[in-house]
């Protein structure tokens, strides 16, 4: 059975940082694109950041040069390394395991909360 589980959310200062970290059990990760997407209070779920499993990347326009996404197969495991947060980031942070037209896996998500 496969299961996500994220880790590294919390409450950061504008401006600082947090890395996010999820964490796949299961034989599918290295075939997968992995996604880290976010949900805000009363806005629609958005993709954050994805990288695939040949590791091209992308990243929506409101992070670009202050995310990273990385993954490591030996781990099973993805990361959002996020800087110079801002208060706009604060959401919910769910990570995504998807291959097309075969499968989508979703975690729990951790929340970010980036206030004064």
């Known amino acids: 059975q496969v299961q996500l589980v994220e880790s590294g959310g919390g409450l950061v200062q504008p401006g600082g940082s947090l890395r996010l970290s999820c964490v796949l059990t299961?034989?599918?990760?290295?075939?997968?694109?992995m996604g880290w997407y976010r949900q805000a209070p009363g806005k629609q779920r958005e993709l954050v950041a994805a990288i695939t499993s040949t590791e091209h990347i992308s990243y929506t326009d409101s992070v670009k040069g202050r995310f990273t996404i990385s993954r490591d197969n030996a781990k099973n495991t993805v990361y959002l390394q996020m800087n110079s947060l801002k208060p706009e980031d604060t959401a919910v942070y769910l990570c995504?395991?998807?291959?097309?037209?075969?499968?989508?896996?979703w975690g729990q998500g951790t929340q970010v909360t980036v206030s004064t």
């Open positions: 995504n395991a998807a291959r097309s037209g075969w499968w989508v896996y």
């Open positions: 299961g034989t599918i990760f290295s075939i997968s694109t």
